[in-house]
């Protein structure tokens, strides 16, 4: 199975804060990595897939890149709706699925 | 709208079953691979399996093998998990998730249902 390592596993940062999460795979997994924003008692919800394609209607101070082993997801400006929890999840092997343990990003 | 909605949160005790529907709206509820996705309190993300709705193929993650069930029908366009033998740390919220094929090479789970909590206590 393609292990998935996220860091950190949490953050502090201010509203318009500049901050950039790392995703690591246990093998070259090209660019199929997907990054998802969850919210408390919600479900996941799709940000960004192949590493660095935004979904249609995600806010464009959200972006991707990496390919291979690497990954990150960074967020440019924070805004207050942005403190969640991230996870990266690899779709290279279509079984098993693997994600990332999450990145709790909170208030400073 | 294109939506995944699950059944209500469930209690059960050590050694029962459970079984949580997912009914799909809004699209070809054959077109898509349903995934199951489950998360322990305070825990992260854990894949357990998916069926094609098409067919009722499966494909299920080793450490459930022998314990967990999907299936579907398509007349209801619901997809069903049933997790037996059920231990305390099956404690999680489980959600269904719809997979989508991208630029014709690339997948991710698009759409999510609202999660179904189910509880393992004695």
């Known amino acids: 199975d393609i292990q998935m390592t996220q860091s950190p596993s949490s953050l502090s940062a201010s509203v318009g804060d500049r901050v950039t999460i790392t995703c690591r795979a246990s093998?070259?997994?090209?660019?199929?990595l997907n990054w998802y924003q969850q919210k408390p008692g919600k479900a996941p919800k799709l940000l960004i897939y192949?590493?660095?394609s935004l979904l249609s209607g995600v806010p464009s101070r959200f972006s991707g890149s990496g390919s291979g082993t690497d990954f990150s997801l960074t967020i440019s400006s924070l805004q207050p709706e942005d403190f969640a929890t991230y996870y990266c999840?690899?779709?290279?092997?279509?079984?098993?699925?693997?994600f990332g343990h999450g990145t709790r990003l909170d208030i400073k | 709208q294109v939506q995944l909605v699950q059944s209500g949160a469930e209690v059960k005790k050590p050694g029962a079953s459970v079984k949580v529907s997912c009914t799909a709206s809004?699209?070809?509820?054959?077109?898509?691979?349903m995934h199951w996705v489950r998360q322990a309190p305070g825990q992260g993300l854990e894949w357990m399996g998916r069926?094609?709705?098409?067919?009722?193929?499966?494909v299920y993650e080793q450490k459930f093998q022998g314990r967990v069930t999907l299936t579907r029908d398509t007349s209801l366009t619901t997809a069903y998990l049933e997790l037996s033998r059920l231990k305390s740390d099956d404690t999680a919220v489980y959600f269904c998730?719809?997979?989508?094929?991208?630029?014709?090479?690339?997948?991710?789970?698009?759409?999510w249902g609202q999660g179904t909590m189910v509880t393992v206590s004695s």
């Open positions: 999840q690899q779709s290279y092997n279509n079984v098993p699925i693997t």
């Open positions: 192949a590493a660095s």
């Open positions: 998730a719809r997979r989508k094929v991208i630029d014709y090479y690339y997948d991710a789970f698009d759409i």
């Open positions: 093998q070259s997994i090209s660019t199929s």
């Open positions: 809004g699209y070809m509820f054959t077109g898509f691979h």
């Open positions: 069926i094609n709705p098409k067919n009722g193929d499966t």
